[in-house]
């Protein structure tokens, strides 16, 4: 199977879930029918109506779609390099993407602010569901490098089979997540060290009883 037809059955299966996951059930499977029933060639027409393909045939990557908002997600959280949703398929209850904002192909380039947005969804998750541990795992999806927070309570993975959650299973986990407040980081407050004046014991300052002759 040529790369290119592998990244259009993997672009429409990641479009099959998010209708799935974003649509009512009846426009849903109408919208599904319609894009199974498409060649290759209608296909890769349909998405360069949806601005998901360019003209120079290069596929643009489904997770910077759903950065620029082409694609419907369910965000938990968000900060200046990345944003955080709801797996739309996951492995276990919880299970989060933490999305670079730009196109990065390595985990060597991933930016610092990415991974603390991963450690904050990482504690909400772990107060709103108390699984046993919190698995941070970069993945690479379409030359787009992600982090999966993978809430483990059995022995769940990546390869564990993934649940159809409908969006109002989804829209309740949303709500149990952002139940959920994180208290800033005390600052450390430093104690002013005020230095003792030693004051100088002279006539003027100090009452001395009057000789007695």
């Known amino acids: 199977m040529s790369e290119t037809k592998k990244n259009l059955e993997n672009i429409k299966t990641k479009l099959i879930d998010h209708i799935n996951s974003n649509y009512e059930k009846s426009k849903a499977e109408e919208f599904i029918k ?6 290759d060639e209608e296909f890769t027409a349909f998405l360069k109506e949806q601005g998901l393909l360019n003209a120079g ?27 955080a949703i709801l797996d739309i398929k ?11 904002k730009e196109h990065i192909t390595s985990k060597e380039e ?10 904050e969804v990482q504690e909400k998750i772990e107060k709103a569901f108390h ?13 787009h490098e992600i982090i999966n927070v993978l809430p483990v309570y059995k022995e769940e ?21 952002e139940e959920v407040k994180i ?3 005390k600052e450390e407050k ?9 004051e100088e014991i002279n006539e003027k300052n100090t009452w001395l009883p009057k000789r007695i002759p």
Do not use: W, Y
Not at 131 to 141: A, E, T, Y
Not at 157 to 177: A, T, V
């Open 34 to 39: 319609n894009i199974k029933s498409m060649n």
């Open 57 to 83: 045939e290069k596929s643009q990557c489904i997770f910077c779609s759903i950065v620029f908002g082409d694609i419907p997600s369910t965000k938990i959280g968000e900060n200046e390099k990345a944003i």
């Open 90 to 100: 996951p492995s276990s209850l919880g299970h989060s993407l933490i999305i670079p």
């Open 110 to 119: 991933i930016p610092e602010e990415v991974g603390k947005l991963a450690l």
């Open 131 to 143: 699984p046993k541990r919190i698995d941070l795992i970069s993945s690479n999806v379409m030359g």
């Open 157 to 177: 993975s990546l390869e564990s089979q993934r649940k159809n959650l409908s969006p109002e299973e989804i829209e309740k986990i949303k709500e149990k997540i």
């Open 183 to 185: 208290e800033p980081p």
């Open 190 to 198: 430093t104690e002013e060290v005020k230095e003792e004046k030693t």
